[in-house]
Nanobody, 121 residues
Framework: QVQLAESGGGLVQAGGSLRLSCAASGRTFSTYPMGWFRQAPGKERLFVAAVSSSGRNTVYADSVKGRFTISRDNAKNTVYLQMNSLKPEDTAVYYC??????????????WGQGTQVTVSS
């Protein structure tokens, strides 16, 4: 399994940008597709974006397409989420996870602590 630690969240005005990072431990990081998920208060955790193990392929939820960019650096065991043109509805706790590519669902059952993103209008 891969241990994960998210960071980079904060408070930003609508239209602003943030860059989230997810640092992973374990030598097997580069073998897994990785994804970002988010959970707004009182709502279920939803898929946001995923990147293949090599970094060459990406998938995005329709709600963030064209605004968010996922990437990874396997040499640093880190996956990133660049978020531009943020909207109040992007407010949520963001989590990263090793991801099952066929279904865009988490591969393992455990989550990190997440990082809070709050977008003010």
């Amino acid at each position: 399994q891969v241990q994960l630690a998210e960071s980079g969240g904060g408070l930003v005005q609508a239209g602003g940008s943030l860059r989230l990072s997810c640092a992973a431990s374990g030598r097997t990081f580069s073998t897994y597709p990785m994804g970002w998920f988010r959970q707004a208060p009182g709502k279920e955790r939803l898929f946001v974006a995923a990147v293949s193990s090599s970094g060459r392929n990406t998938v995005y939820a329709d709600s963030v397409k064209g605004r968010f960019t996922i990437s990874r650096d396997n040499a640093k065991n880190t996956v990133y989420l660049q978020m531009n043109s943020l909207k109040p509805e992007d407010t949520a706790v963001y989590y990263c996870a090793a991801t099952r590519w066929a279904t865009m669902t988490p591969l393992f059952g455990s989550w990190g602590q997440g990082t809070q993103v709050t977008v003010s209008s």
